[in-house]
């Protein structure tokens, strides 16, 4: 995910034992060319000031990466993480890691890039009272607890969570300007995988004098630096001059431009006026028109992108009654679907993990994600709430609209029952309700993977009270085997997750709808185009023609 629920990815996934990550970072070439030109992307309105502990989905999260460079990169053909700020990443237990830094690397305002810039935003980030979406991604360093105590009455709507005693995780030591450790809670083989996710960005230290500023116009050590925008119109991003990552840009400007229509943005394509757009409108899918429209100029590949409706269990229809979502997934006609509206452009879900990634297992969704409206209707009879369902969307992402009415079609026809969508404006004004658990119907969500890693698609999202868990599912022995798989090496550890994900199927409550394919088109104007196993441009490689 992002664009979708969240943020980013693999093609070729990676599996670390105890060791140092990929390769140690290096210094640009003093002999690259100086950036120049301007290149115009598609975006869409961030949900949050642009925080790297508060972003976490796509519309925000692409500029973020733009901005900051964290400890580790993905390689954009491979998805492999590569060493970053990070000179090396080790531990001999998968518990304890030393973790130590180029010393090289500076903010945008000049300041240097410390292992206390990753400490002190570590604990900022997890500290409770600032309530940041990805607060999560540091729960299992020791001493996070603190920093969260729990609400004595285990009410969230009474609010009398305690303040914590300490803004400062034990697990975290700085050791020098250019060292750090981390001490987990329990053995992560695959934590050095983690850390090229946004949320474990740096911050400067002028960041803490006025966060809401911040939000607004972040300061960060990546290869670019906002120099203005809004969300509602986007953002215009210059190449930092000196910045001494191996992702050193080619172009000298980058506008994010905010589209409310996905239309528009394709006649903006046509016409030249629009760069990149990272995927196309589902009208331009029907007989792959965008490959004509676009000849030569377009992209077609599979990426770590997956779509799923969730079910909101916090309220009374939906909540420990898993019949209804079973009636539903077993009622929509993913095939039909996927095949009509995105012309073969997406790929019918059998389970929740992303196949682009090591460790996935075909059918884990069981017969739950096959069209069965006869055993639909089975399940709905047990069900307490038979409807009328809804299915909510957001207006402003390529194919949504579209898509929600099959669904809700392939339901009516399936059940017998009412279902229709319901449209929000923007992916920003959706995610707020669903972030506010105000959803009393199905609603759409989608992950574009953080990392690497088949644990990236199921502990952010179904882990009781993660990050990203939006329609509130808990299962115990579901987040007993995700701790399990975390300590475990190879193909045992995937054997776990796997164990893990078929739970998945008992409930129901996050419906698999397609594995996503990423089809993206670009100006003549531009060459050199990579679009990543995470869906997204990178922009080290764009160039501009002549």
Known sequence: MRGLTRKRWVAGAVGLTIAMVGLTACGSDSNTPAAAGTVSIFGCKPQNPLIPSNTNEVCGGNVMDAVFTGLVNYNPDTAKPENAVATSIESTDNTTWTIKLNDKYTFADGTKVTAESFVNAWNWSAYGPNAQNNSYFFANIAGYDALNPADPDDNPDTKNTPKPKTDKMTGLTVVSPTEFTVKLTSPASSY???????????????????????GKKPVGNGPFKITSGSPDKGFTLEAVDGYVGPDKPK????????????????????????????????????????QKDFPGRFVNKPVGVIQ??????????????????????????????????????RTPATGWVSPVVEGYKAGACGEFCTYDPAKAKEFLAKAKFKGPFTFATNSDGPGNVTAATAICNSI???????CNPKVYVDFSTLRTDVGDKKMTS?????????????????????????????GSYSNKEFDSLITKAAGENGDASLATYQQAEALLSNDMSIIPLWY?????????????????????????SITLKG
């Not at 740096?202 to 911040?214: I, M, R």
């Not at 009516?412 to 009412?418: H, I, P, R, S």
């Open 251 to 290: 172009v000298k400007t980058v506008q994010f431009k905010t589209y409310q229509n996905p239309g528009a943005a394709y006649a903006d394509m046509q016409g030249n006026n629009l760069d990149f757009m990272d995927q196309v409108p589902d009208a331009a899918l029907v007989n792959d028109g965008y």
């Open 442 to 470: 199905m609603f759409r969500t989608g992950w574009q993977m953080d990392y690497p890693s088949m644990e990236n698609f199921l502990a952010p999202l179904y882990v009781t009270d993660a990050s990203a868990n939006d």
């Open 308 to 345: 799923t409706a969730t079910l909101p269990l916090y309220d009374a229809n939906f909540k420990n009654d898993p019949n209804v979502a079973k009636a539903l997934s077993l009622a929509i006609d993913r095939d039909a679907i996927t095949k009509k509206v995105f012309n073969g452009g």
């Open 516 to 540: 996503q394919a990423q089809q993206s088109i670009w100006s003549t104007k531009v060459d050199n185009v990579k679009v990543t196993p995470f869906s997204t441009l990178d922009l080290s």
């Open 192 to 214: 050095p995988v983690q850390l090229g996710y946004t949320a474990f960005a740096p911050l400067p230290a002028s960041f803490y004098a006025d966060t809401v500023a911040f």
């Open 412 to 418: 009516k026809n399936a059940l017998g029952v009412g």
